[in-house]
């Protein structure tokens, strides 16, 4: 009996049920199932409900905002956005966890909005007390759970029959996003990317505003460890006075003498010297922690001296920094009360008053340096524009290509082709970015380097819809293009733009060919919404791509420790954009995924009749080793990796070393199968083997699917390599035949060559089949 209350116990921990009007939303351990069954009269009745309350939230809204701002009015300015920074961005790298940190970062910057819309205000109310922090942090949940709701409830109408579009999911996504996400890639990765894209303009940066790009990273990591020294030093001074009071205290009890430095102490050290030596430490304790944020302004703030004699670099570069990317008090329009997804500090992020200095969001400083450089060299001259713009796509093609040898280095890729079509006898010459063989996987790939304008970014309609068209339409059709003309061709050529030569593509041993969209932009949390039942028009053509921005290409080439692994992830992300089904919040929570569970649903009963299935984040494990190979975390991390034993991984490496054949392929094969079949796979092998052993006769053993057209492996073990080889190919393609498997994979281990895996064979439709 205990047993059945315990199992029931487990079950309502791995299955979380909320029930509404016509949905349901389950959560099955790290799923998050979304289903919607409602009859048209409850759709109804819910629009009409969300219509009216859209229309009401804007008052709603700034009534509350008004509130704030009159809690806002009581504090010195500096000193209150100082503190709310402080309370929603210090982490502790050894403990973070983004699901359970209950910081927004996004808060801070509201408040220095609303303080921005006045002049500056010196405050009545001193110092800054918890409650008062508390108060405001409330205020901010209402005020951006209301926005939330508006920006969801945005498109409800009662007379409306159809289900939202795929625009106005996108739309929803990505002001969601702007709002309430920040950081899109990790730091490092980040300013390696502006390194290499403005370091061949370092003398016009420097001759236009006096700073290069390594200055302005410099500059980026000198505010915020300058804040931390601040914090640090007052923390210890802290320390260091209120020991000095202690032995006060002690000395009082036995003299009754307090030195005249101390007399404004009087009354506390009165108090202290009736408690126990235990208490007294308790309470100076207290008092440190509460003294070191006292005026947390002036220690969140600097002056263009301070920042230069900490940085290293020149004053003039200093202020030339600091008032590019400042606002001042009073630029912020007085109505501004809702919160919005793009505002100025995304383009301007710190705050001037007089000679001092304060960065309300330290996430935003990163990410406003490459608009701010753009928008100067677009300034300059239309060639110095256009030698960028260049530069930036070269950069975009040639970093991704090095990233994907880097996992697969026996991988050819050729950079810049043009090949010629024939349409109505009028010869045409096209453009392909990349092309990628990789044994029997052939990889054409298209990079767009553009961004999204801020119109794009609030989720205006045609702006977005253009932008995805430039960025992954266009290059999605590119690819496509030239798919088609490897199809068509029984010898399709490439002509190398860099010095004419050619080169002729064998497609006879292609297997699989995959298209990749690179982009500069990180679209991460969009590529989940962009699939084959999208009516987007953005896709042209059957064959998705995968789209994936240089960021995280840079987590993903991290990551993978098997070179056959990266087009594996590339088929089953494809498989994902065409079924339609999981959404995540980020590209990196679909490679997590791939990493824990292999990216692989069967669409079980129970999955298939959900609406979607959302998945929970699956990037902890990517921050924890990034902080600690970066040095903000010291406890050591493990390098996150996909689970398998041993023997399997063992396998996979013979394998993916042989000279083989299709060696990609199988290897593809074997990662297509879950632990338990993996286990019983090598389970099989093990009890083949020892069959030979017994008897010195060749054995074999079989296992076969039906997912994706049906698939089969034969493993086969023997003494003489002629007779197996023969033996084993003919078995599988009588297997194959058998069962009607669209894939087919022999392995072969001779006592002979030696142990190990020696001999494949991978019977699978050639390209175009």
């Not at 002001?175 to 300013?191: D, F, I, K, M, Q």
């Not at 690819?479 to 002509?495: E, G, N, Q, V």
């Amino acid at each position: 009996m205990k047993k059945n209350k315990k199992k029931s116990k487990e079950s309502l921990v791995d299955r979380e049920v909320i029930k509404g009007l016509g949905f349901r939303i389950e959560r099955r351990g790290r799923f998050i199932l979304f289903e919607s069954k409602r009859t048209p009269k409850e759709q109804r009745k819910l629009s009409s409900w969300l219509a009216k309350t859209h229309k009401r939230l804007p008052e709603i809204i700034k009534r509350k905002a008004q509130k704030l701002e009159k809690k806002l009015s009581q504090f010195n300015s500096f000193d209150i956005i100082a503190n709310i920074s402080f309370i929603n961005y210090i982490i502790d790298p050894e403990t973070y966890k983004e699901y359970l940190h209950e910081g927004r970062f996004y808060y801070p910057e509201y408040i220095a909005l609303l303080c921005l819309k006045r002049s500056f205000n010196q405050g009545t109310k001193f110092p800054i007390e918890g409650p008062d922090i508390e108060s405001i942090q409330k205020d901010l949940k209402e005020i951006f759970s209301d926005t939330q709701f508006y920006l969801i409830s945005s498109g409800a109408d009662p007379n409306r029959k159809e289900p939202p579009t795929s625009l106005e999911l996108l739309q929803f996504t990505i002001r969601g996003n702007e709002l309430l996400v920040r950081s899109p890639a990790y730091t490092h990765h980040l300013h390696e990317v502006l390194k290499s894209l403005f370091n061949p303009f370092e003398d016009i940066l420097l001759k236009k505003v006096g700073f290069t790009i390594n200055d302005a990273i410099q500059l980026s990591q000198a505010i915020n460890k300058l804040l931390f020294e601040k914090l640090y030093e007052r923390r210890d001074h802290a320390k260091a006075e209120y020991k000095r009071l202690f032995d006060i205290v002690k000395d009082y009890r036995r003299t009754q003498i307090i030195p005249d430095n101390f007399d404004t102490h009087k009354v506390l050290i009165k108090k202290l010297a009736h408690l126990s030596d235990k208490e007294i430490k308790s309470k100076l304790k207290n008092l440190s922690i509460a003294w070191t944020f006292v005026g947390l302004g002036d220690t969140y703030s600097y002056s263009a001296k301070e920042l230069a004699d900490y940085s290293g670099i020149d004053k003039h570069g200093v202020k030339s920094f600091l008032e590019l990317f400042s606002l001042s008090f009073g630029d912020i329009e007085s109505d501004f009360y809702t919160p919005v997804p793009v505002h100025p500090l995304k383009q301007r992020p710190l705050i001037k008053h007089k000679d001092r200095y304060l960065c309300p969001s330290p996430a935003l400083l990163d990410w406003a340096i490459k608009p701010a450089f753009e928008k100067i060299l677009k300034n300059t001259a239309s060639n110095i524009w256009n030698r960028y713009i260049k530069h930036r796509h070269g950069y975009l093609l040639t970093k991704s290509v090095n990233l994907m040898k880097s996992i697969m280095p026996d991988a050819i890729f050729e950079l810049n082709l043009e090949y010629k079509i024939k349409e109505i006898d009028i010869s045409q010459t096209n453009e392909l970015d990349a092309l990628g063989k990789f044994d029997c996987i052939l990889f054409l790939i298209e990079g767009k380097a553009g961004g999204f304008t801020p119109p794009a970014r609030r989720g205006a309609p045609d702006r977005l819809k253009k932008h995805l068209k430039d960025l992954v339409g266009n290059a999605h059709y590119q690819a496509l293009r030239a798919k088609s003309y490897i199809d068509s061709t029984k010898k399709p050529r490439f002509r190398r733009q860099s010095d004419g030569s050619t080169f002729k593509l064998n497609k006879d041993d292609i297997k699989d060919v995959f298209l990749i969209s690179l982009s500069l932009e990180p679209l991460g949390n969009l590529t989940g919404l962009m699939h084959a039942k999208s009516e987007l028009g953005v896709f042209s053509g059957e064959d998705l791509p995968w789209i994936i921005s240089l960021y995280d290409l840079m987590v993903i080439t991290d990551f993978i420790e098997h070179p056959s692994m990266f087009p594996h992830y590339v088929k089953r992300r494809i498989q994902t954009a065409e079924e339609g089904l999981i959404v995540a919040h980020d590209e990196l929570d679909m490679f997590g995924y791939y990493l824990k569970e292999g990216l692989y649903l069967k669409s079980p009963k129970d999955v298939a009749s959900a609406f979607n299935i959302s998945l929970a984040t699956y990037t902890t494990d990517f921050d924890d080793y990034y902080f600690y190979i970066t040095g903000w975390r010291k406890t050591p991390v493990p390098k996150p990796c996909q689970k398998m034993s041993k023997e399997f991984e063992q396998i996979l490496f013979t394998i993916e070393k042989s000279n083989e054949k299709d060696r990609i392929g199988v290897a593809m094969q074997l990662l297509d199968l879950g632990e338990k079949t993996r286990n019983q796979l090598l389970n099989n092998i093990k009890i083949t083997q020892k069959k030979y052993k017994q008897d010195g006769k060749i054995h074999d053993v079989t296992l076969y699917g039906k997912e994706e057209g049906g698939w089969g492996i034969t493993y086969m073990c023997g003494s003489k390599v002629g007779l197996v080889r023969s033996k084993l190919q003919t078995y599988c393609e009588i297997k194959k035949s058998q069962v009607k498997a669209r894939r087919w994979v022999g392995l072969g281990e001779m006592e002979d060559e030696g142990p190990g895996i020696n001999i494949i064979f991978y019977l699978d439709p050639p390209l175009g089949s």
